[in-house]
Structures are given as C-alpha cells and as structure tokens.
C-alpha cells in the first residue's frame, strides 16, 4: 500500500476532517475497522497567507515544497496539499514536489464531469472564487463556473478567514451562505456549488441545499487520495 503525506494545518479544522474521512473513507473501502498509515505536516497558516495575499506564488511554492519534501523524508509517497487556496500555486508546487500531489481541483473536476455538471458556483476565499486555477480546468473540461456577485464574495471571504479557518461555525453564518445559494440559483441555472474552501463542508453539512449539490472538495479529495493509497 501506498503512503500518503499530507500538508494540513491550512486550517486546522479541516485538517481535522480529512484525518477523520480518510479512514472513514479507507475503512469502508477495507471492510473492517483497520486503518492506513500516513503522514501529517501541520505548518503556519500565516507562512501561506502573506505570499497568497502579496501574490507571490514564488514565494508559496517554494515554502510548500520545502514542507512537502519533509513528508518524503519521512516516508509519504504521494501527497496532497489539505486546502484549496494553496493550489493558487499547485503547477509550481507539482513541478518542484520530490513526490507526486493529488490535486483538489483535478479531482473535483473529474467528480463534476462524471456526474455531467455544466455550470457550478463557487465559493471560498476571494483567492479561490476569483482566480483562474479553478475556472481554466474546468472550462476544458466543458463546465462553465460561476462567482456570486462581489458584495456576496465579500461576505464569504469575510466569514470564512475570519469565523470558519479559526473554528467558529455560528448559525447565522451558515443561514447567510445558504441565501447566497438561493441568490445565484435564482439569476442563473446551476448544477451544484463547489465549496472550495475545506472549511465550508464543515458549516454546510448537508450534500444538498433546495436540490442543488453541494461538492464537498474535502471528500472528494480524501477519496482520490484512499484509490491512490490502494492502487
């Protein structure tokens, strides 16, 4: 079996979930109550933030690789970076990486194109929602992405950096992303919302809101990295 080195700590709560649904998720695959070996490098959110917020992907990558190579040293032979915004920087990161990375945003795009989905909003940091690293896959992959409007990106940049990446789920919150949702449905037909942003899957528990999907992009990263520990 493969070993699986994570870079977390990108928040921490989500680090959290993926720890619990990676063996959720191997023991369903195994059929009993084992559980896989793996690695977590829990690193300084700050030491992201800075060169994300400066747009200094250089600077990021440089920093993840550093962390991703301890990993190797320890053993991991493939891994995952456990946040979305970092992928800001995936291309450099992968290039420089001493092991292969699993892409949250590759693998989210092959769950969306095998269920048939053509236009997804998303939601997640201004970083994310805004940036071409997400839009550029899946437009190749024929599936048109759609932002909120900028007062909305406001509000879901602001809930999540400030309330959910420092563990604070408030009802509240969670009603003003769920209205966001219906704003969008009601402007433009979608097929789902991405919640690129690891900590969105812990506000919005449930798979669906009035029928539209949410992607959970912690899970479904945590289930590429399960069939690549297998494989």
Do not use: W
Request: charged share 25%.
């Amino acid at each position: 079996m493969k070993t699986l080195g994570i870079i977390g700590g990108l928040g921490p709560e989500s680090t959290i979930d993926y720890y619990q649904t990676i063996i959720a998720l191997y023991r369903q695959k195994a059929g009993d109550d084992s559980y896989p070996q793996f690695f977590i490098n829990s690193v300084d959110l700050s030491e992201v933030r800075g060169p994300v917020i400066a747009g200094d992907l250089s600077r990021l990558a440089v920093y993840i690789v550093e962390e991703i190579e301890k990993l190797a040293r320890a053993g991991a032979d493939f891994g995952l970076i456990a946040a979305n915004t970092p992928h800001i920087a995936f291309n450099q990161i992968a290039e420089r990486s001493p092991i292969s990375l699993i892409s949250i945003v590759e693998a989210t795009c092959a769950f969306a194109k095998d269920r048939q989905f053509k236009r997804l909003a998303i939601f997640g940091t201004k970083f994310t929602m805004n940036g071409e690293f997400y839009s550029q896959p899946f437009s190749r992959a024929g599936i048109k992405i759609v932002r909120p409007e900028p007062v909305d990106q406001d509000y879901i940049h602001e809930k999540y950096m400030n309330e959910l990446v420092p563990g604070k789920f408030r009802p509240e919150t969670r009603a003003g992303l769920l209205a966001i949702i219906d704003r969008v449905k009601s402007k433009t037909a979608i097929d789902g919302v991405i919640l690129a942003g690891t900590e969105l899957p812990l506000i919005l528990r449930e798979p669906s809101h009035d029928g539209i999907p949410l992607l959970n992009t912690t899970k479904i990263h945590c289930q590429a990295a399960v069939e690549a520990m297998l494989s």
